[in-house]
């Protein structure tokens, strides 16, 4: 037997650990602290009950909370100060908890916890965290019903073992009211919870990158496995996998900038050779775009593009996207006019030494040959890839430690080869991915961020060169042979079907559905039936044999045992019957032994009687002791 109020108790506190676990890795330390505290001193004052608080002091403590997670909230921090003060307020409650709307307003502050992580996070981990707390929610009420109806009562374990299987039960039965509602309410292609996360930290998981890039910067990303972006298409060749971002052709010594001369667009058909990619962003924070290299038409979302192949939306990207693009992979892109000398221009607090070296190179006659010996010189023996203790500038990287990252050998590459007279200019984007052979797409994180080179050959094109050492793109690479990562992408793989299925389900996809159900149903009605030829898709088929299953165990598991107290009746009626006595239905156990007349099985009788009687009746419960001593006395009749 356990206690009611204890009973409600446990759940209540198991409701709000998995609230906390929910927006854990999103609370300011403080929220942290402050939850831990309360959290404990509740469990003393309710299991120990060395204390008591004050309702008013609680009340102002509240106040106080709220008008603290008011004042720390920003334009670009919206959500996180709430979900600091709800986390603070379900403390408090837990800490005051003791009558029934105390654990119905700590259900509530449990729900806004999870609807934080909706807005903070729009992954499946919503629906794991989701599926438990309704479970316990559900099984709250029942035992806060049971407490209020009875404050001191008892609860067998068996009962409480029952009650949580009508818990689950009932959860079960709403998820089809639940899929029902998801497809039919009203949506928008521009959801609430997106728009809010923009503010969230959903909203500041923005890249590496910038409108810059100065010498080091994409370091600091290549150890974050944040994910970028996720391509759905074919696998390609490994030395195919650019991801083209944006275009940087001025250098100013320290730091590369587009310019302007780049505005106008180039590509605008689809030819048969391209490769069709479907892109889902997670939120960036710029309004870049990415496509395999090169990128010649985004489709699916409205774009501005300059010639120089960079696709840019018209305002930075705070919520998930996608849209489709279409590359030409080839070595070499013709534009409509050749770049003009700026593209030779490099600083002039360059020093000599740049150019004394740039003139071992510039005897060659053909420039292809000429920007291939740079690359060649910057790709020998006597430079190593490096992420750490960078040189402090070009000149030091180049003469000098001869260490670097991506951006010093493709900053020493694009000078060299102005400075030997061939335009040239730095791309920033990715390079590689993980290809995830169960979604069928791509997995691009942060730490894939490259920067590589673009030359200018006349009459032929832009050349992509990319001089890192290629054995030594060593962060992204290592990633792969680890467990972890596999796991990841694992996890991965559900991460993107959610989105796919739930998260991108909008109003253009409610029509769809709406639509095909309209014809569905139109096809139906049309005579003579004819049956359409069925294609099987195997995911559906095994959703439908998995539910089917699970509903068969959930009636099997509902199916209502026998009653102990009439399998004790009916066989108390036997034994009465074997000896010449009959127990009428409506007559009772007690009533039917006074009828007796032999006075040993009338005493046996009665002591069986009375035993049943108080168990049943008076004390409403059979445990297993009691079941034991009435089938004894059974057995004596």
Known sequence: MVKTRTALLCVTYLSALLSYSAVFSFVHPGAHATFAVLGILAIVRHFFKPFSISRHLLNWLALAVMLLSLSRVR???????????????????????????????????????????????????????????????????????????????????????????????????????????????????????????AFGKAGMGRSGFSETVSLGDVTSIQEDAAVVFRAKMNPVEPKDLYWRGMVFDRFDGVRWSPSSASKGETF???????????????????????????????????????????????????????????????????????????????????????????????????????????????????????????????????????????????????????????????????????????????????????????????????????????????PAQLYTRSLLARWRLLLDTLNYYWFRTVVDYDLEKQIFVLRRVQALAASLSEKPISLPKIHFDTRALTFLGVSIVLVFLIVLWRIPKRNPVHSLREEYARRLQHHGYSLRPWQGVEEAAKTIEDPALRVRALRFAQEFERAVYRDRHLNKETLRALRSHLRSI
């Open 75 to 197: 334009l670009d921090l919206l959500v996180e100060p709430f979900v600091d003060g709800v986390l603070a307020l379900l403390g408090i409650k837990l800490l005051e908890a003791q009558l029934g709307r105390d654990y119905l307003q700590i259900y509530l502050l449990c729900l806004f916890l999870l609807l934080g992580l909706g807005l903070l996070s729009l992954s499946i981990s919503f629906l794991f965290f989701l599926s438990p707390l309704a479970l316990l929610l559900t099984l709250s009420l029942l035992l806060l019903t049971m407490e209020n109806s009875n404050p001191q009562g008892q609860v067998p374990i068996r009962a409480f073992a029952q009650l949580s299987g009508t818990a689950f039960a009932i959860g079960t039965l709403t998820v089809p009211v639940a899929l029902l509602l998801f497809l039919i309410l009203p949506r928008t292609n521009f959801p609430l919870l997106n728009l809010l996360s």
């Open 268 to 474: 605008s058909k689809v030819g048969s050779e391209d490769v069709e990619q479907v892109i889902f962003m997670e939120p960036f924070g710029m309004n870049v775009l990415f496509g395999l290299d090169r990128p010649v038409v985004v489709e699916r979302i409205p774009v501005q593009s300059t010639k120089d192949g960079t696709f840019r939306v018209y305002a930075p990207i705070f919520k998930k996207t996608r849209y489709v693009v279409w590359s030409r992979r080839s070595s070499l892109f013709k534009e409509e006019k050749a770049p003009g000398p700026e593209l030779l221009d490099v600083p002039s607090s360059l020093s000599p030494r740049f150019t004394s070296l740039a003139q071992t190179w510039a005897s060659i006659p053909s420039p292809l040959e000429r920007v291939r010996a740079i690359t060649a010189f910057l790709q020998s023996s006597s430079f190593e890839y490096a992420l750490e203790n960078l040189p402090a500038d070009l000149e030091t990287f180049l003469f000098e430690d001869r260490r670097g990252n991506c951006e010093y050998f493709a900053s020493a590459l694009a000078v060299l080869a102005r400075l030997a007279g061939v335009p040239a200019r730095l791309v920033g984007g990715y390079r590689g991915g993980y290809y995830n052979q169960n979604g069928g797409y791509y997995l691009v994180l942060q730490k894939h961020a490259h920067v590589w080179v673009e030359v200018y050959l006349k009459g032929m094109g832009w050349l992509r060169l990319d001089p890192t050492p290629a054995a030594a793109i060593t």
